[in-house]
């Protein structure tokens, strides 16, 4: 069994930074792709970042793509998403997710097999 979990979350001014962090345990790391995605109050979960299981590749939401990186270290065994320049629209739950695959990622939440517990990003004006 996978465990996840996210830290790094917290309140920032526009334009501010924020760095959160995704901890693995419980199986082999460089076996699964890894992404974030988040959910804003009152709408539905939605992809912001991925990259393969060893690095090879990434892929960005559009409304993220320029200002957010993502990246992982196999040693020890995190992933991270590194968010500059934020906007008051950032503001939400952000989660972190496994998918077990061979090669790339997907965009699409239902092809994770494991989630951590959130944290809150609060980005304000």
């Known amino acids: 069994q996978v465990q996840l979990v996210e830290s790094g979350g917290g309140l920032v001014q526009a334009g501010g930074s924020l760095r959160l962090s995704c901890a693995f345990s419980?199986?082999?790391?460089?076996?699964?792709?890894m992404g974030w995605f988040r959910q804003a109050p009152g709408k539905e979960r939605e992809f912001v970042a991925a990259i393969s299981r060893i690095g090879g590749s990434r892929d960005y939401a559009g409304s993220v793509a320029g200002r957010f990186a993502i990246s992982r270290d196999g040693v020890k065994n995190t992933v991270v998403l590194q968010m500059d320049s934020l906007k008051p629209e950032d503001t939400a739950v952000y989660y972190c997710?496994?998918?077990?695959?061979?090669?790339?990622?997907?965009?699409?939440?239902?092809?994770?097999?494991?989630w951590g517990q959130g944290t809150q990003v609060t980005v304000s004006s």
């Open positions: 997710a496994a998918e077990a695959r061979p090669y790339g990622f997907s965009t699409r939440e239902n092809d994770y097999d494991y």
């Open positions: 419980g199986r082999t790391f460089s076996s699964y792709a």
